[in-house]
């Protein structure tokens, strides 16, 4: 059983930083790609970012330049530091593990920036 836990969110004002945190547990096959997702109120899921066990790093366009992601192997734990936030970033942000069978997604957290 995979279990997906995030933790980080919350409530900022524009221009703020906060970060997130996923932890993956259970057995979890290696290549994988670790990464975050979001999804804001009548849109659909888009990717934020996501990094590979080998470190490649893709960006969604609307948050490059402001978001980081990273990830430590060892701990299957990826973490995603926003900063200069804006009230668009403001979504449920899902943690996903991917490893070409399964597709993992969290609970989701929420992350709302007030203006």
């Known amino acids: 059983q995979v279990h997906l836990a995030e933790s980080g969110g919350g409530l900022v004002q524009a221009g703020g930083s906060l970060r997130l945190s996923c932890a993956a547990s259970?057995?979890?096959?290696?290549?994988?790609?670790m990464g975050w997702y979001r999804q804001a109120p009548g849109k659909q899921r888009e990717l934020v970012a996501s990094?590979?066990?080998?470190?490649?790093?893709r960006y969604g366009d609307s948050v490059k330049g402001r978001f980081t992601i990273s990830r430590d192997n060892a701990k299957m734990t990826v973490y995603l530091q926003m900063n200069s936030l804006k009230p668009e970033d403001t979504a449920i942000y899902y943690c996903?593990?991917?490893?070409?069978?399964?597709?993992?997604w969290g609970q989701g957290t929420q992350v709302t920036v007030s203006s």
């Open positions: 990094i590979n066990t080998g470190g490649t790093i």
């Open positions: 996903n593990t991917f490893t070409g069978p399964e597709n993992y």
């Open positions: 259970g057995s979890i096959s290696s290549p994988n790609i």
